[in-house]
């Protein structure tokens, strides 16, 4: 078992299904957990260096960074407006960009953003989000560039369908295809995620950065043709 005892992680959009699923696996690390929950506890478009001071003032020191908060709307393409585009691009890119900063001058050892493998392989309706996860994966390895000589290493986890509440009532058809496809047979658990984003923050990952860790029961390994 990985022991983060004494470690300090910030985790955004911790009210949501996969934040309460990291937030839950750092604890169950040994990690003091501050859950930044949603827009209540701050609109990280606007608020990301006061969420990120708010969080070290919390235990006087942060270690870690999970960038979870991000939204996920369905939108044709040739409908979407550039308000639609610009407010997923604003919440999923920018908003991530301007926490890593902030968390890079309290001098964090690690930031996970949780991206998508929607980043790699899009989906119809998810122009907007697949690009902006794109660009996330890509940020990462930027940041990893820039923020390694001060020590401060910046990854990806990269989730496939992750299990919510009612999803198999409200979207029967796409979660059979989703097992039908997935080798290991069934939908990620939140805390699959967080087990990726605790091992990430750990010691044992700490010659990897740059580095996009798809999470996926793997799905993408699957030809399509
Ligand atoms: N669910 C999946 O299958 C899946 C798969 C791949 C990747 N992901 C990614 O995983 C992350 C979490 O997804 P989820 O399914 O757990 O979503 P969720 O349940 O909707 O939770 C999203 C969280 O982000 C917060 N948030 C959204 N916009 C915000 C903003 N502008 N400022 C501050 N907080 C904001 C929400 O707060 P409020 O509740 O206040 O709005 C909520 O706490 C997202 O980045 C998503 O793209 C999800």
Same mark, same amino acid.
């Given at each position: 078992?990985?022991?983060?005892?004494?470690?300090?992680?910030? =985790?955004?959009?911790?009210?949501?299904?996969?934040?309460?699923?990291?937030?839950?696996?750092? *604890?169950?690390?040994?990690?003091?957990?501050?859950?930044?929950?949603?827009?209540?506890?701050?609109?990280?478009?606007?608020?990301?260096?006061?969420? &990120?001071?708010?969080?070290?003032?919390?235990?006087?020191?942060?270690?870690?960074?999970?960038?979870?908060?991000?939204?996920?709307?369905? *939108?044709?393409?040739?409908?979407?407006?550039?308000?639609?585009?610009?407010? &997923?691009?604003?919440?999923?890119?920018?908003?991530?960009?301007?926490?890593?900063?902030?968390?890079?001058?309290?001098?964090?050892?690690?930031?996970?953003?949780?991206?998508?493998? *929607?980043?790699?392989?899009?989906? &119809?309706?998810?122009?907007?989000?697949?690009?902006?996860?794109?660009?996330?994966?890509?940020?990462?390895?930027?940041?990893?560039?820039?923020?390694?000589?001060?020590?401060?290493?910046?990854?990806?986890?990269?989730?496939?369908?992750?299990?919510?509440?009612?999803?198999?009532?409200?979207?029967? *058809?796409?979660?059979?295809?989703?097992?039908?496809?997935?080798?290991?047979?069934?939908?990620?658990?939140?805390?699959?995620?967080?087990?990726?984003? &605790?091992?990430?923050?750990?010691?044992?990952?700490?010659?990897?950065?740059?580095?996009?860790?798809? =999470?996926?029961?793997?799905?993408?390994?699957?030809?399509?043709?």
């Amino acid at each position: 078992m990985i022991d983060l005892s004494g470690r300090v992680v910030l =985790v955004t959009g911790a009210g949501g299904t996969i934040g309460a699923g990291i937030a839950a696996r750092f *604890e169950a690390a040994g990690a003091l957990v501050v859950r930044h929950r949603g827009l209540a506890d701050g609109d990280l478009r606007t608020s990301a260096d006061r969420v &990120v001071s708010n969080a070290f003032g919390v235990h006087g020191r942060l270690d870690a960074v999970v960038n979870n908060a991000g939204v996920q709307p369905v *939108e044709p393409l040739p409908d979407m407006t550039t308000g639609q585009w610009q407010s &997923v691009v604003d919440t999923n890119l920018t908003a991530p960009f301007a926490v890593t900063q902030a968390a890079a001058r309290h001098q964090v050892s690690s930031i996970t953003h949780i991206a998508s493998i *929607e980043g790699t392989h899009p989906a &119809v309706g998810h122009a907007h989000y697949s690009a902006s996860k794109a660009a996330l994966i890509m940020h990462a390895r930027a940041a990893a560039l820039e923020y390694g000589p001060r020590g401060i290493r910046v990854n990806t986890v990269s989730p496939g369908l992750i299990a919510r509440p009612g999803i198999s009532e409200q979207w029967p *058809e796409g979660v059979a295809r989703w097992e039908a496809a997935a080798p290991l047979g069934r939908l990620g658990t939140p805390e699959d995620i967080g087990n990726a984003c &605790v091992f990430l923050a750990s010691e044992l990952a700490s010659w990897i950065t740059g580095h996009d860790l798809v =999470v996926d029961g793997g799905v993408t390994s699957r030809p399509t043709w």
